[in-house]
Every structure is written in structure tokens, then in C-alpha cells.
């Protein structure tokens, strides 16, 4: 069955930097677009980044335009998300997706807060 299991949350100072990490298995990764979405307390789920099959193209919610990057590696069959300049804001839990098929991961907590 499809797994997501992601990896690299926790507890960072305002203009500190994170990197996610999503382990993909149960599907054939190389051929899926991949998506990193969040959540913050209160709000709905927010699209972050996707990045295509071979990583040619990437896309970004303006709110982390400059400061997230989203990659691949299809031979690890993983997804990142590498965060710098984290801000306040950018606390919550963020979730790796299959962009098209819709497969969620079960989350890892983010929390910016000096």
C-alpha cells in the first residue's frame, strides 16, 4: 500500500532553517508528481510547493517564494523541503501529498518560536 512517512520537524528560532524530509513506497515515485502542503492552528490546508516527476519544474505558494525549496530524489524514492528564514508564520504541520492521487502522509510538526 502507499506510504508517506515524513520527517525533520521541530522546535526552530525565527530566521533558522529546517529540512523535510517524505520517504515515498507502494507506488512507483519516479512517475508522481509530489506536493508538500501545511496546516496552522485554525486554518485549513495550505498548499506549500510541487515539484514534477523528474524535478524540471517546481511551484510555490507566495508566501514561501525565496525562502522553501522542494527537490527529489527518485533513486531514494524521497521528497524534501528545505526552510530557511523560517518565520512565526510558518509554523505548522506539514504534510507530504501525491500531487495527483491525493495520498497524504501523516504529518511532522513545525513550530518557529524563539
Known amino acids: 500500500q502507499v506510504q508517506l512517512v515524513e520527517s525533520g520537524g521541530g522546535l526552530v528560532q525565527p530566521g533558522g532553517s529546517l529540512r523535510l524530509s517524505c520517504a515515498a513506497s507502494g507506488f512507483t515515485f519516479s512517475s508522481s508528481a509530489m506536493s508538500w502542503y501545511r496546516q496552522a492552528p485554525g486554518k485549513g490546508r495550505e498548499l506549500v510547493a510541487v515539484?514534477?516527476?523528474?524535478?524540471?519544474?517546481?511551484n510555490y505558494a507566495d508566501s514561501v517564494k525565496g525562502r522553501f525549496t522542494i527537490s527529489r530524489d527518485n533513486a531514494k524514492s524521497t521528497v524534501y523541503l528545505q526552510m530557511n528564514s523560517l518565520k512565526p508564520e510558518d509554523t505548522a504541520v506539514y504534510y507530504c501529498?501525491?500531487?495527483?492521487?491525493?495520498?497524504w502522509g501523516q504529518g511532522t510538526q513545525v513550530t518557529v518560536s524563539s
Open positions: 501529498r501525491t500531487y495527483y492521487t491525493g495520498y
Open positions: 515539484i514534477t516527476t523528474t524535478g524540471g519544474s517546481t
